[in-house]
C-alpha cells in the first residue's frame, strides 16, 4: 500500500476530483431532469382525467378558455372601499397614498366603459360626465359632477360624488339613494327604447351598468353600517334581477356577509353554485370552502393526537381544502396568521397575487378568527403544500401552473410602502449544494497545487500558521502563568 501511494503522482489527484466533480454534478443534472419529467407525466395524467370527467362540450370550452387566457389579467376588486369615506381618510391620518396611479388609470378605464356610451354627446350633463371620468385631478372630478347635477339629476355624477367627494359612509349612502331614483328613471325609459337601433342598445347597456354598480354600492354600505341581513337580501334581488352580470362579482360580496351572519349553509349553498370546474376560481371561493371544511374539525384538532392516530376522513377532507386554497394563492396564510402587515385593499387585484391575497384577509381575517381552532389548523398545515407539488415550484398541482408575472403586477396595484410577498421558491436541498461546492473547491486546490507546487506550499505554511496563531499564543500565555517545575511534569505526562 505504501509503494501504490508513494507511486501516485498529482495528475491522479487532480483527475480523481475532477471526476468527482463531474459525478457531483452529473447527479444534481440529473435530479432536476427527473423531477421535471415527474412533474411533466403527472400533469399530463391530471389533464387527461380531468378532460374524462369534463361531459358537457360547454364546459370544455370553458375550460380551455380560462387556461389560455390572459395569465396576469387584472380584475376589479369586489370589495374595494370607497375612496373619500375610506382612502382619503387614511391618508388624512398617515399622510401616506394608498393607491398608486396605475390602480387608479385602471379604475378611470372601468368607469369610462361602464358609465359612458357614444350617445352621451347628446345629453349636456352626460357630456360633462364624459370629460369628468378622465380628469386625473379628483378636484376638477368633484366640480363636474356639481356642474352636471345642475343641468339635470344625472346618476353618474352621484356615483361620483359619493365615491370621492362624501367622507362618511352615511353620507355616500345618501348619495347613493339619489343616484337610484335618477338610475332607475333612466333604466325604465332606455329598456323601452333598446329594440330600435344601435345606439338606444348601447345606452341601455350603459343604464344598466349604472343601475347595477349603484345597487351594490347600497348593499356595501349596508353591510358597512351593520344592516348586514339587509344587504344580503339587496345582494340577492340583484343577482335575481341580473344573472347575467358576473363582472361585478357579486356573490364574493354575498359570501362576506353570510359568514358575517354565521349562516354557513347558505354559505355553502353559494359555493355549491360557484365553485364550479368550468368557472374562474378566487381566493375568496377557495378559502370560504376550506374554512367551511376546517370548521368542522378544527375545535378538536391537535397536531400531537393527529400524528399519534392518524388523520380522520373529515380532517381530510379539510387539509386537502387548505392545501388546495394555498396552491391556488399562497400569499393568503401568512396575512391571515398575521406573520405580515395588512394594508388596505387596492381597487384592482390580481389573482393569485399579493394583492388579492391582501383584498381577502382584509375582509375575511375576522370571520377566520370567530372559528374556533381554523387558525391552529392552517397553521399547522398550509406549509406542506409545497412538499406536495411537483418541483420546479411553478409547476401546479390542482390547478394551472403559478403565474411568473404577478410579482411585477403586484409591485404596480400596491403601494410603495408595502413590501410584496413573492411566491415562495423551493431550494436545493443542503447536502447537495455542500457536495457541489466542496468538490470545486478541492479540484481547484489540486489543479493549482500541481500547476505551482512551491508557491501553494508558501500559501499552506502561511495559512496553518495563521489557523494555530490564536492556539500557539494561549500556550505561550499559559507557560508565563504556570511555574516551571509544574509545566515540566505536565509535559512529561
Known sequence: VSMFLNTLTPKFYVALTGTSSLISGLILVSTRYINITLHIASVTQNVILGFVQI??????????????????????????????AEYNRYTWVTGREPLTYYDMNLS???????FTCDTDHMRPADAIMQKAWRE?????????????????????????LAEE????????EKLFKQALKAGEGCYRRSQQLQHHGAQYEAQHRRDTNVLVYIKRRLAMCARKLGRTREAVKMMRDLM?????????????????????????ADVQAVLAKYD?????????????????????VSDKFSPEAASRRGLSTAEMNAVEAIHRAVEFNPHVPKYLLEMKSLILPPE????RGDSEAIAYAFFHLQHWKRVEGALNLLHCTWEGTFRMIPYPLEKGHL??????????????????????????KKELPFFILFTAGLCSFTAMLALLTHQFPELMGVFAKAFLSTLFAPLNFVMEKVESILPSSLWHQLTRI
Not at 386625473?136 to 346618476?155: K, T, V
Not at 334581477?241 to 356577509?257: K, R, T, V, W, Y
Not at 384592482?348 to 389573482?351: A, D, P
Open 55 to 84: 361531459i358537457s362540450p360547454l364546459r370544455l370550452h370553458c375550460v380551455f378558455l380560462f387556461l389560455f387566457m390572459t395569465e396576469c389579467k387584472v380584475w376589479r376588486n369586489p370589495l374595494n372601499l370607497f375612496r373619500g
Open 108 to 114: 378611470a378605464q372601468d368607469h369610462q366603459t361602464f
Open 136 to 160: 386625473r385631478n379628483p378636484q376638477a372630478r368633484i366640480s363636474a359632477a356639481h356642474e352636471a347635477l345642475e343641468l339635470n339629476e344625472c346618476a353618474t355624477a352621484y356615483i361620483l
Open 165 to 172: 367627494e362624501a367622507t362618511t359612509i352615511v353620507e355616500a
Open 240 to 264: 335575481k334581477e341580473f344573472p347575467l352580470l358576473s363582472m361585478f362579482n357579486i356573490h364574493e360580496n354575498l359570501l362576506e356577509a353570510l359568514l358575517e351572519l354565521q349562516a354557513y
Open 276 to 296: 364550479d370546474i368550468s368557472l374562474p376560481k378566487s381566493a375568496t371561493i377557495c378559502y370560504t370552502a376550506a374554512l367551511l371544511k376546517a370548521r368542522a
Open 348 to 351: 384592482h387585484i390580481l389573482k
Open 399 to 424: 390547478f394551472y401552473p403559478y403565474p411568473i408575472c404577478t410579482e411585477t403586477a403586484d409591485r404596480e396595484l400596491l403601494p410603495s410602502f408595502h413590501e410584496v410577498s413573492v411566491y415562495p
